[in-house]
């Protein structure tokens, strides 16, 4: 937000450098990103000065030029051809001088220079009106009044105005200081404080006064919750014309084009007092005003000549016939202020700052008046700046105030009061305040002191601070005009120790997010967002998901249902940046929809592209990826002490194109698998992506649900044996395994796939098995014999179980 110096100067006289504005600023909370100088006259005619034309020939080679003798001042007297038809002997001119900066229309910067023009010598410039920016007019030079001194600078003759503009981040908590007057409060406050000089006026409208006249104009306001306030009055007998130099000043100076003295005064109450105001031609409003929502779909062009489609929460203004304007967002098109116009229904109003928010993103607008009425204005200033304009407008619009102010107040919000303990600030700012200086920043921020006890202090909020409604928020108003730099570094150390949970959903998915970086993966954030074509993949529809009302696009107007696809752009966007091998993972929510209940469930995804290791000689990685993947699943699930079974992946699970589930009291914890290649197609990446999705809700439900067990490191060595098996096809190691631990739960510690056979020289059907079995007594050393009698059980049980057959 731009704040021009010399405005905030107009209700708190102050004489202090820009620096020092720009800190105090800065410490209440008003950070200044910047500062910009603005000159009414670009370069402030600095080098330009009073001249005399002596002497005026015609060019010798040029038919159109004249060349010129210019005095410049008692003893300088230069040549300078000159192009304008008007220029004669005698006359005071304004001379650009060599070495002089000026601004073309588009206000690029040119330097004059010592040159010739056609062979003559030229060293300066007479110039016209638009070249000094003092006009518009390129019909001739300048010609100055003739009792003007030689050598006076021009800068003497014609007032330039020269502003600092302070371009300020403001916070939106802080509605009260979106106007200059709200600035110029947070200064005097700070000025009180730190004992600055300063005189404080506002804006008198206490010559407020109805003219008699037949004019008026009845306000019917329909939805009182949406317009709890709402103001209007008649002005008749307007001149449309240019604003005045001081208010066009100002308002360039924060980046506003003047257009007019009636668009331009409204403009200029909205940034000096922060109330926003809009005029309606009078002549184009059909009998009451009416303040109303219509129905859906309503068609209505608004002042950028675009037709919206209105829903049935916006709120309107108009007429009994149409609409006129986007309540609180835009005007429209047919009751603008034009240059014909001669009366006009001036509206100052206090709207529901959640209807213009929704209807300023609903329609994608966002003008200076919605960014505060959304952020919610001072409900008492609606009448003071009414009668602002209608006196601005007064004077310089020759207007006619009228009709008496049409009011309609609904509701007003109660002034806020609480009661503050001084303990209560000391514990939160780490020391004690005076009391008189507490006393003093109370009174600089307009604060009603309405109770003082040795306790705290009772405080009523004026209106216009609607961000202070806790103490926190009142403590934070103290330290910002107390001053952040004046608390002192405690020599102590403190440390906070929260409570700790390790079972806690937050602990979890911390450790988690380790255990993944360290196996590799990169965590990925992406956009809750998503595009509603994705969910064909899927079976989703509009029934069962949510659908966003505003949305920024087609493409992002879904909540997402699931973590995959979001994945999977991250990983098509990568690829094409040449990252083959990526692992990626992100705790997100997904959401749904179930007739009238929303649901969110939070996910953990894997993505995993490419190899799984970079590449050498010895690794085949890719045929290694899939059972890296569920490697990474079932280390995530041990850590969490939760004990899963496996099963195939069924019908249910459209993502996939084959893969397993992790489950845990019959419910699913966990599934991996390779991506559909439809899917993949889609998302232009190989077929080959594998992914995971935990059901994270499930997973702090169950993690750590038994006590965790800890052991010793063996004292004793452990003994390896292996066994190669001629197996059917159809056998799998997982029925291996389990059957080999059914055999021996105290002494086998681990049984591990290490080959793979299948081929020739093996019967049809057969395939071959290299498993190897791990033992270890914690509480002695494995003799041979007692290994070897648990091998010779393994052995029967698989003849037995599977028609194996030692090879």
């Not at 403590?475 to 806690?504: C, F, M, Q």
Request: proline share 5%.
């Amino acid at each position: 937000m731009k704040i021009s110096y010399n405005w905030v100067k107009q209700f708190l006289k102050i004489d202090l450098p820009t620096d020092q504005v720009s800190e105090m600023l800065t410490d209440l909370g008003l950070e200044v990103e910047g500062t910009e100088t603005f000159e009414s006259i670009p370069g402030a005619l600095a080098g330009v000065v009073v001249g005399e034309v002596l002497s005026c020939e015609q060019h010798p080679n040029a038919d159109r030029l004249r060349c010129t003798t210019v005095a410049l001042d008692a003893n300088t007297e230069v040549p300078i051809v000159c192009g304008a038809p008007n220029v004669a002997v005698g006359q005071k001119v304004a001379v650009a001088t060599v070495g002089t900066t000026l601004y073309d229309a588009d206000k690029n910067p040119f330097e004059i220079r010592k040159s010739k023009i056609r062979g003559e010598l030229s060293m300066g410039m007479i110039c016209a009106e638009d070249e000094l920016g003092l006009g518009d007019s390129h019909d001739g030079i300048l010609v100055l009044d003739p009792s003007l001194a030689v050598g006076t600078p021009l800068s003497e003759v014609f007032e330039v105005v020269s502003d600092t503009v302070f371009e300020i981040g403001l916070t939106p908590n802080r509605a009260d200081a979106m106007s200059h007057m709200g600035v110029a409060r947070d200064l005097k406050a700070a000025c009180m404080l730190q004992g600055i000089p300063f005189e404080w006026s506002t804006p008198e409208v206490s010559a407020f006064e109805v003219e008699p006249s037949s004019t008026t104009k009845k306000v019917v306001v329909k939805d009182p919750q949406k317009a709890p306030q709402y103001f209007g009055l008649c002005i008749t007998d307007l001149e449309i014309k240019p604003s005045p130099d001081w208010l066009q000043n100002n308002l360039k100076a924060i980046g506003i084009q003047p257009k007019n003295n009636v668009v331009d005064i409204t403009n200029y109450v909205l940034h000096e007092l922060g109330q926003p105001l809009h005029a309606f031609d009078l002549s184009k409003l059909q009998g009451d005003v009416i303040v109303q929502t219509l129905a859906e779909g309503t068609k209505f062009t608004t002042l950028d000549g675009v037709e919206r489609s209105l829903s049935s929460e916006d709120l309107m203004i108009g007429d009994q016939k149409e609409a006129h304007c986007l309540a609180g967002v835009f005007g429209g098109q047919t009751s603008g202020v034009q240059e014909h116009t001669t009366s006009i229904f001036l509206e100052s109003a206090y709207f529901d700052p959640v209807s213009i928010r929704k209807s300023a993103k609903r329609h994608g607008l966002h003008t200076d008046a919605s960014f505060r009425f959304e952020r919610g204005i001072d409900p008492d200033l609606c009448c003071y700046a009414l009668k602002r304009a209608a006196l601005l407008l007064k004077e310089l619009a020759g207007g006619k105030i009228s009709s008496p102010i049409e009011e309609h107040i609904a509701s007003k919000p109660e002034p806020v009061s609480m009661f503050i303990k001084f303990e209560q600030i000391e514990s939160l700012l780490g020391q004690a305040i005076p009391r008189e200086t507490l006393t003093t920043i109370f009174n600089a921020l307009e604060m009603k002191i309405e109770s003082v006890s040795d306790e705290g202090v009772g405080l009523q909020i004026p209106s216009y601070r609607v961000d202070v409604t806790r103490p926190a928020d009142l403590i934070e108003d103290i330290l910002r005009v107390y001053g952040y730099n004046k608390i002192e570094a405690s020599t102590g150390a403190y440390h906070i120790t929260p409570n700790y949970d390790w079972k806690s959903p937050y602990r979890i998915q911390e450790l988690l997010a380790q255990n993944l970086v360290g196996a590799g993966f990169t965590e990925m954030m992406n956009n809750s967002i998503t595009n509603p074509e994705y969910g064909k993949w899927i079976g989703s529809t509009a029934e069962n998901t949510v659908q966003i009302i505003n949305p920024l696009g087609a493409t992002l107007s879904q909540m997402r249902d699931s973590l995959l696809f979001s994945a999977l752009e991250t990983v098509s966007f990568n690829l094409k940046n040449q990252t083959k091998n990526q692992r990626f993972f992100e705790f997100g929510k997904t959401y749904h929809q179930d007739g009238d209940q929303y649901i969110e469930k939070h996910k953990l995804a894997l993505i995993q592209a490419g190899a799984p290791l970079d590449e050498h000689w010895q690794t085949n990685s890719l045929t290694e990826a899939a059972f890296f993947l569920k490697g990474s699943v079932e280390q995530l699930l041990e850590t969490l002490n939760i004990q899963t079974t496996t099963s195939p992946l069924g019908a249910n699970d459209p993502e996939f194109s084959d893969g397993i589930c992790f489950t845990h009291q019959n419910k699913v914890m966990a599934r991996i698998g390779t991506v559909d290649s439809k899917i993949a197609k889609a998302f232009d990446v190989p077929s080959d992506i594998y992914f995971a999705d935990f059901d994270m809700d499930l997973i702090f439900k169950h993690a750590f649900k038994s006590d965790l067990k800890v052991s010793e490191i063996a004292k004793y060595p452990g003994m390896r044996r292996d066994f190669a098996l001629l197996i059917d096809q159809g056998v799998g190691f997982e029925e291996l395994k389990d059957t080999a631990h059914k055999v021996d739960r105290k002494i086998l510690k681990r049984v591990s796939l290490f080959d793979v056979y299948e081929g020739k020289n093996l019967p049809q059907g057969k395939k071959s098995y290299g498993l190897s079995f791990y033992f270890q007594d914690p509480n002695k050393t494995l003799t041979d014999k007692v290994v070897d009698k648990v091998m010779q059980k393994l052995q029967k049980q698989f003849e037995a179980n599977f028609d194996a057959q030692l090879r």
